[in-house]
């Protein structure tokens, strides 16, 4: 596949692909053919952040709350993802996509603890854009285990708890060395984080969009990325101060 680098501000995307399970259940379908589907749109959408020098776009896959779902439900998704890892593979070497995973991977089962770990290691090598999966993801989850390795260091004495600064702080994320997103998008009509990336997106641009995840598409993701730049991020500062610097 081509890259065409595009002058683009916007290095870091994040998603909350909502809407599965309604999208199966409108065609009376069973919920798992809506995630089918969903990991459809995730390959089109993958290869058109590509194709839009987008430098780094974040999936949340699966929260540390999905484990609660039925476990028909919760193994179908796991079995999904397996199928992705293998069947995208090839695909992510070729078009330089490198795979990060984030979230308590704890949880996970061991097959696919190493079919994560393989696969990250596998792509190391990808220099277009980072695919960071968000899995047995939670925010607060991510923020509290954080806090836990800082005091860890601090008792270790690696850390002096007075010098602990914001930056030293999502170093200890496990986004640790990837850069904020600068915009999120949530499909389906929902408009809520979630507890998806809580410190991280502070200063993120929000884009709410009723299409479903399965419905979503390379043209929809052009229209919330046409949005975004129309926008004006201002980060605490006045218009003044923005056009000064
Ligand atoms: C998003 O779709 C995928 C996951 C959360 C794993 P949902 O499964 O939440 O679909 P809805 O929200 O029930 O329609
Ligand atoms: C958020 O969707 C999690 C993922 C997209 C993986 P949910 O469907 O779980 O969120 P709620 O329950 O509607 O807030
Ligand atoms: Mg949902």
New binding site residues.
């Given amino acids: 596949m081509a890259v065409t680098t595009k002058e683009f501000s916007l290095n870091h995307l994040a998603i909350?692909?909502?809407g599965n399970g309604r999208w199966a259940q409108k065609s009376g379908l069973p919920r798992v053919a809506g995630h089918q589907q969903g990991v459809e749109t995730v390959i089109q959408i993958v290869d058109e952040c590509v194709s839009q020098g987008i430098h780094f776009l974040s999936l949340?896959?699966?929260?540390s709350?999905?484990w609660g779902r039925p476990r028909e439900e919760v193994d179908a998704l796991m079995g999904l993802l397996l199928q992705f890892l293998s069947s995208q593979r090839q695909r992510m070497l070729d078009d330089g996509v490198r795979l990060r995973v984030i979230g308590d991977l704890t949880r996970l089962s061991e097959p696919i603890q190493k079919a994560l770990a393989n696969a990250e290691k596998e792509t190391s090598q990808g220099q277009n854009l980072t695919l960071i999966l968000a899995l047995s993801y939670g925010g607060r989850d991510e923020i509290m285990r954080a806090a836990q390795k800082i005091a860890q260091s601090a008792l270790d004495g690696d850390l002096d708890i007075n010098k602990l600064d914001n930056k030293t702080f999502s170093s200890f994320l496990d986004t640790g060395d990837i850069p904020e997103p600068d915009l999120l998008i949530r499909t389906s009509g929902?408009v809520?984080i979630?507890n998806f990336l809580l410190w991280q997106t502070a200063y993120s641009e929000f884009y709410f969009t009723d299409v479903l995840w399965p419905d979503f598409n390379a043209a929809e993701l052009r229209k919330a990325l046409d949005d975004y730049r129309r926008r004006k991020r201002r980060f605490g500062l006045t218009d003044d101060q923005l056009e000064d610097l």
């Fill in positions: 909350i692909m909502d949340f896959a699966f929260s709350e999905n929902e809520r979630s």
